[in-house]
């Protein structure tokens, strides 16, 4: 069997678009995640990070709890602590697991800058 080279570009073209809108998606999951993360440190979560936290991105400038530009935790931290809890940090136990993936997220990207 022989493949034309007219139908290996239509693959090739059809690969890149693939991959492409695959990037794409990504970005905008990413991108998404982060807002949420976001809405949840300041807002949503119940009670907020922000209302205990010092994180800049956040605006945010609490001080009960450390400072988490200082303290750079990475993703896997910032995930023990919600579920777990942390000396007068309660636990987030009504927290989705999305939820606390996308405030992790967002908590260990904003302080890596």
Do not use: W
């Amino acid at each position: 069997m022989t493949v034309s080279h007219g139908c290996l570009r239509l693959l090739g073209a059809f690969a890149f678009f693939t991959l492409t809108l695959g990037f794409a998606a990504q970005a905008n999951a990413s991108e998404d995640e982060k807002k949420l993360g976001r809405e949840l440190f300041t807002e949503r979560a119940s009670p907020p990070c922000a209302i205990c936290h010092t994180l800049a991105d956040a605006q945010s400038d609490g001080t009960i709890g450390p400072d988490l530009d200082q303290l750079k935790p990475d993703h896997t931290r910032v995930m023990a602590v919600i579920r777990s809890g942390m000396g007068a940090m309660p636990a987030y136990e009504a927290l989705s697991d999305d939820e606390v993936d996308a405030l992790a997220t967002y908590v260990s990207t904003a302080t890596s800058n």
